[in-house]
């Protein structure tokens, strides 16, 4: 996990002087990049061995380590981050389509290099190796998940793996009851505060089957249920004068970044088989328009 990602979402595990650091941090690390760690304890109002231990606790050597991990990570982010508010903020009922545009596709942008620049190589492996095996896949996810869900559960069986989904969640939850040791439960839903999903996680996991979820890297439930857990990172655009929140439109590109690559690793692990089912899939259908 990298560093900037560790601050933004873990600071509930922090002391009221580590969230100051953070804050700080998080607030400039551009800044944070030229500093001694006297220069920022005396920002931060703390000793500099509170620095010091501070970023060991995050898994550096030293203050030195820790801000050539913060300056590596910017680099692969692309971008210079002097701001740590999200662009979504800054959209206006006064904007031409133009600056909206400009603005979701930084959000989307942002939402897909965040994702996967945090992905967790060893648990994805594992994720797609059980349902390379997998007896019977089940995908699913309510509201805008759902349709990342469907479109996963097409990818699949596209590739010659049963893949089992339904949009209701009572027969989402009576598939789960269904499942065995062999089968894969795949669920979808970024806040994982859904009390049906979270009932159908459950209900596979008693049944044995492997649960795996792709949700926030923040306090979702689903985390606690999960065998395997993919994170997705995601901040929705809003009209700033009304307040309100979009369609779900960056927790989908984060869930679709996610789901993408899945589908890719499997094609590559299935090699020829999947690359001919394709083909075939695809001839067929093109026949329909002859």
Known sequence: MSILTKLRYH???????????????????????TMSSQSLA?????????????????????FTAFK???SEELGRQHAIIQDQSNLHN?????????DVAQKLAQEKTNSILQTTNHLNAAEFSQVVKAL????????????????????????????????????DS?????????????????????????????????VAKKKGALVVAITSLGHSPLRSIADITLDTIAEEPTIKEQGSRSSSISSRTAQHTIIDLLFMSLVQNREGDATSLIRDVQGAIDTLSK
């Open 170 to 202: 009572h027969v989402q939850i009576t598939i789960a009851n269904t499942l065995k040791p062999k089968d894969v439960f795949l669920v979808l839903s970024y806040s994982g505060h859904r009390k049906d999903m979270q009932f159908a996680a459950e």
């Open 132 to 167: 390379n095996v997998a007896s019977k896949v089940q995908i699913a996810g309510i509201g805008g998940s759902a349709l990342v869900a469907k479109d996963l559960s097409y990818k699949l069986m596209k590739i010659g793996i049963p893949t089992l989904n339904e949009f």
């Open 42 to 62: 005396d920002t931060c109002q703390v000793s500099q061995s509170s620095i010091v231990k501070f970023t060991q606790k995050l898994g550096c050597k030293g």
């Open 68 to 70: 050539v991990a913060i």
């Open 11 to 33: 600071s509930d595990q922090f002391s009221v002087n580590e969230k100051n650091i953070t804050d700080v941090i998080l607030g400039d690390p551009i800044a944070v990049t």
């Open 90 to 98: 800054q959209i206006s009922a006064s904007d031409t389509l133009l």
